[in-house]
């Protein structure tokens, strides 16, 4: 069940920050599978760039040390293959912010390869980076860069970014990465809505009552407090992933599959976002319990009001979505670690079995996380002689079921998008004006609660997030779906 592995062609691919925690947790364990899926071309070369000093022997050994930490059971099993993938890796100290370090870089490029370069490093060194490739001669003109969130702070930075990387790199250089796009039931939706007759003539507020969006996590800030704290669920996950996902659900079939078909639908989403009315929004903070600290505690800021949780009622003004909302939440330190976007479908327009037959609904879920697949909920008889009950069975297209024990090799998000680089395909990456059109809508958001001093709410660590959020569906006589994983 598992598809073809088609070999990328050779590629340089060098990983800026290639020592720290994403390229030790994602990248490197990422591409080691897909070197031991055969896709990696004979002769790639991965190159690790940092500030720290390390031989090519120190490096190496901090990269099989990252796969057997983070790459998994299938890690686990290829083991026997660390050693040939080590052998294209390699490593130079370079200064971003200086001169050091660049020319020995410059010396380990190909010229007839693939060339990439990751910036997985803080976001104030892009500009620095970005520069240096230009100014040492080592960006052509068909060079990728792969940039990591977070993509600006607002409206103003996220534009002054694409200017710095504008001027040395074109647009079909530049992939801005949300791994989000990378997981296999994101595409899948994509399949589902676009390969299937069955579903895109009820796919709008005419059978769609409402959509449900939830990514929720059960750790806290952790050490990312310093950073978490400037930034909160909105800027962190609603304005980028959220809102990914919100964009695949609502928008209309592009003309074809290619990357600016895709992502001029997606931009049309965006720009027709209402703005929010405050009363549909719930800002919350995780309050302290028996064994761990609170929110404030976490990011060392009695006084902070950033938020940990928000919930929002968003509504698209088009044809297609007029009138069904969609309500979206995230947070940390809830009930369960889960992602899942949830189509409920409106009533039949009238009952034929009676009052006592209770309320269905088709729903349509899509959960990403922490298994991947998708369920349809379908309302049949119950089984045996009891008259005519009904009940709520799902149609179950989870890949764990279907795939059985290959089920594991479908592909990290990582993984995928560092594919797709290489191959040069940006379907899955987002551009330039839709990360701002994204920041145009969340933007006044921001504004408005900060110049009301709005407060969040505090909720209880293992919860679904504060009360008021539930009441924002109750206003609307729904309720949100279980918090489960
Ligand atoms: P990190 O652990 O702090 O690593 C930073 C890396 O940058 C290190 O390799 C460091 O090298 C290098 N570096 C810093 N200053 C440098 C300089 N002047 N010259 C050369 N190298 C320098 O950060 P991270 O967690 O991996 O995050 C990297 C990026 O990915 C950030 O933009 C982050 O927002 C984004 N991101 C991370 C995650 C995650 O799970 N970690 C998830 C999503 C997005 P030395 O070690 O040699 O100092």
Known sequence: MVSRVIPVETFDLVIFGGTGDLARRKILPGLFRRFCSGQMPDNAAIIGAARSEHDDAEYRQIVRDAIVEFGGAQAKRDAGMLDGFLEHVSYVAVDIKGE????????????????AFYFSVGPSLFGDIAERLHAFGLATSDSRIVVEKPFGHDLESARTLNATLAKHFAETQIYRIDHYLG?????????????????????????????????????????????????????DMVQNHLMQLLCLIAMEAPAKFDPDAVRDEKLKVIRALNPVDYHHIVRGQYAASDHDPSYRDDVDNARSTTESFIALKVMISNWRWAGTPFYLRTGKKL??????????????????????????????????????????????????????RLVDVPLDMTFADALGPDAE????????LIMDVIRGNQTLFMRGDEVLAAWAWTDPLIQGWTSRREVPKPYDAGSSGPEDALMLMHRDGRRWRDIRA
């Not at 020319?103 to 060339?115: F, K, S, Y």
């Not at 006592?356 to 008889?381: D, F, M, W």
Request: net charge neutral.
């Open 100 to 115: 050091s370090g660049w020319m020995a870089l410059a010396g380990r490029l190909r010229g007839d390869v693939v060339r």
């Open 183 to 235: 997981k296999e039931t994101v595409q899948n939706l994509m399949a589902v809505r676009f390969g299937n007759m069955l579903f895109e003539p009820l796919w709008n507020s005419q059978y769609v009552d409402h959509v449900q969006i939830t990514v929720a996590e059960t750790v806290g800030v952790g050490g990312r407090g310093a950073y978490y704290d400037k930034s909160g669920a909105m800027r």
């Open 335 to 388: 009930r369960a670690r889960t992602s899942e976007i949830a189509v409920v479908f409106k009533d039949t327009p009238h009952s034929i079995f009676g009052e006592e037959a209770g309320r269905h609904r088709n729903v349509l879920s899509i959960q990403l996380q922490p298994n991947e697949g998708i369920t349809l909920g379908v309302t049949i008889k119950e089984p045996g002689p009891g008259g005519m």
């Open 409 to 416: 090799e479908v592909p990290d998000a990582y993984e995928r």
